[in-house]
């Protein structure tokens, strides 16, 4: 029961982080979002929170691509 409990916060912690990350993505530079962009690309063994969050910053750099700024 313990783990279904943790594993339903961890779902709710990921849920609301994806919620909010397109905006802070948009607030990144061209440079810090190259950046971590690159590292979503290297890394391996990410964790699910982390795929999200890779997730978020390719669709950020979806978006910037639709208006004509390739940053990534």
Known sequence: MKS???FCAAIIG???VAGCADSAMS?????ELR???????T????SAPEIQVCKNI?????????KDNWAC
């Open 4 to 6: 279904l409990s943790l």
């Open 14 to 16: 990921v849920l609301s």
């Open 27 to 31: 607030k990144l530079s061209d440079k």
């Open 35 to 41: 950046k971590r962009h690159a590292m979503c690309r």
């Open 43 to 46: 890394g391996a063994n990410l």
């Open 58 to 66: 390719a669709r950020e750099c979806e978006r910037r691509a639709e």
